[in-house]
């Protein structure tokens, strides 16, 4: 398995950006296709976005879509989300994953490990 460290998170006004950042240790990060996911009080979890192992493919939920970035630098074991343009309805705690699927993939439950998470506050 690999662990996942979650940082970057804060409180921003709306209209503001955050980059998220999830550091990877353990083996082959590479081969992980890898996810953001977010819980908002009294919500459930649900999905943001997500990247295949080489980072040549990714995947967005509607309400992120043009708004937030997914990306890696596999030589950092290192999982980013660029949250531009953020509302308020964007404050939650934020949660990276790491998937043995070879696509994106939105499934919670094809998701192995998980991070502890980062809390993102927007306010208005």
């Not at 074991?77 to 994953?97: F, I, R």
Request: overall charge positive; charged content about 20%; proline content about 3%.
């Amino acid at each position: 398995q690999v662990q996942l460290v979650e940082s970057g998170g804060g409180l921003v006004q709306a209209g503001g950006s955050l980059r998220l950042s999830c550091a990877a240790s353990g083996r082959s990060f590479s081969s992980y296709a890898m996810g953001w996911f977010r819980q908002a009080p009294g919500k459930e979890r649900e999905f943001v976005a997500s990247i295949s192992p080489s980072g040549g493919r990714t995947h967005y939920a509607d309400s992120v879509k043009g708004r937030f970035t997914i990306s890696r630098d596999n030589a950092k074991n290192t999982l980013y989300l660029q949250m531009n343009s953020l509302k308020p309805e964007d404050t939650a705690d934020y949660y990276c994953a790491a998937s043995r699927r070879v696509g994106p993939v939105a499934t919670e439950s094809a998701y192995d490990s998980w991070g502890q998470g980062t809390q993102v506050t927007v306010s208005s």
